[in-house]
């Protein structure tokens, strides 16, 4: 997310080889010369190799958990908030189901809004209050070991119980999420529940809202089925014209 | 210990601050820069005081407990080495009873023997084998991560069970569930989603996918606003003629 510093993205290359994490997707580099990060030692080709997006939520499409990370400072937050040792364990049980995306903001300004409502939850590292905010290298790399450690402590005490929830159904991926965020806003607009001043707000809080839901592959396509149904009978001829304004008002990156 | 580069110095002085660590002690700093390490924000004060010795056994004089720290790579080991998740606690045990030095080698070649001669025993980060070697600064972070993740838990283990949950917002009240359940299925019957056949089975499902959705108290409440705004679009002036048959398609127990 905006990352302004190659050395910081090399320093995050890094431990994601160092701890054998394949993908590193790049949301709007402020620096392009990011790939030539010389202090990514072992990582030139994971770099070489990064994704580069233009907006959080292209970037998380195919994600079926996206986890926010945050000092959590000063702002007032909207999402539920875990410490990094709470959350990996719910991040490695996903992580059998789908693929997870760890989210992390640029150095100066961290995540916006806009770009957490993209998120499930969000998750900090017990820094202290006094000096919370962390180099984001380091960041990326306590994350990643917390989750190697997560993962080796359960591996060891399930080696023999064999894997305990085949049943947790795969979550729902962040393109339909979004998809579906769209169509109930959509139906929203068209029944007047959306206030045109406000709608950059009321998006971000569907969205947050939506993703709070927490819905498996089969509930999102059981809501998108409905929402369907529901938008062409509010809205059906109105639809079309609208379809630009509605775009508008609800990009994934808007700030309102 | 031999630090090379000014950056890394405060990348680990920012980490040391991070935790809440208040001493740094280098041994023979490459370049005596350090103290003006510009990636150490929040940290400056931290370098300025930080101490200067001219030997590992100086250095850790006044330490009860020495550990190194090593990716362990080809080199045989002389000493007992510790995953840094089972050392940890270890660490902690003895932190009650003096002071700790935790040793780190310098970015090329790490700890020498001669200076893990120091060292009562070792730890390494659970890295991949075919790439262990980290970031100096990352490697620090961790470490310190990891120290106070076991001091939160033990603190936790000893606190007399307070209670565990009040800040996960309560979960809405099965009253309100089934309201929305309701006025759901209202929605979608007024947009001929539910086919008039299938209504007793729609029903159920709908109730089974609201109650995963286990919507916090809040999040049920707006749906419930937005639900009734989309109801009163769909099928405002049908409603109270069809009130008799809404109810029966879908109360609480019925099996269709």
């Known amino acids: 997310m905006g990352t302004r510093n190659p050395l910081n993205m090399g320093a995050a290359a890094r431990a994601l080889s160092n701890f054998g994490c394949p993908h590193l997707r790049v949301v709007n580099p402020y620096d392009v010369a990011f790939r030539e990060a010389?202090?990514?030692v072992g990582a030139a080709e994971l770099l070489a190799n990064a994704e580069e997006f233009g907006t959080v939520a292209e970037a998380v499409a195919d994600?079926?958990?996206?986890?926010?990370?945050?000092?959590?400072?000063r702002r007032e937050l909207q999402h539920e908030l875990w410490r990094l040792d709470e959350g990996g364990s719910e991040i490695l049980r996903q992580m059998k189901a789908g693929r997870v995306a760890l989210l992390f903001g640029s150095e100066k300004v961290g995540l916006s809004n806009a770009d957490m409502s993209h998120c499930h939850w969000l998750m900090?590292?017990?820094?202290?209050?006094?000096?919370?905010?962390?180099?984001?290298?380091?960041?990326?790399?306590?994350?990643?070991?917390?989750?190697?450690?997560v993962e080796t402590v359960s591996r060891q005490k399930h080696s023999a119980l064999?894997?305990?929830?085949?049943?947790?159904e795969a979550r729902a991926k962040s393109e339909d999420i979004e998809r579906l965020t769209q169509l109930l806003f959509e139906v929203l607009r068209a029944s007047g529940y959306v206030e045109p001043r406000g709608a950059g707000a009321t998006a971000e809080k569907l969205r947050r809202m939506v993703r709070r839901m927490a819905l498996n592959a089969g509930d999102a396509e059981l809501w998108l089925g409905m929402l369907r149904q529901v938008s062409w009978k509010v809205g059906g001829q109105l639809k079309e014209s609208h379809t630009q304004a509605d775009r508008r008002s609800i990009k994934p990156d808007e700030h309102s």
């Not at 994600?63 to 400072?73: P, Y």
């Not at 000096?131 to 989750?147: D, F, K, P, R, T």
């Not at 064999?162 to 947790?168: I, K, M, Q, R």
């Open 38 to 40: 010389r202090s990514a």
């Open 63 to 73: 994600c079926g958990l996206v986890v926010g990370t945050t000092a959590a400072g």
């Open 124 to 149: 900090r590292i017990p820094t202290r209050a006094e000096h919370g905010s962390m180099n984001l290298g380091q960041a990326v790399a306590i994350c990643l070991y917390e989750l190697a450690r």
């Open 162 to 168: 064999v894997e305990d929830s085949t049943n947790s």
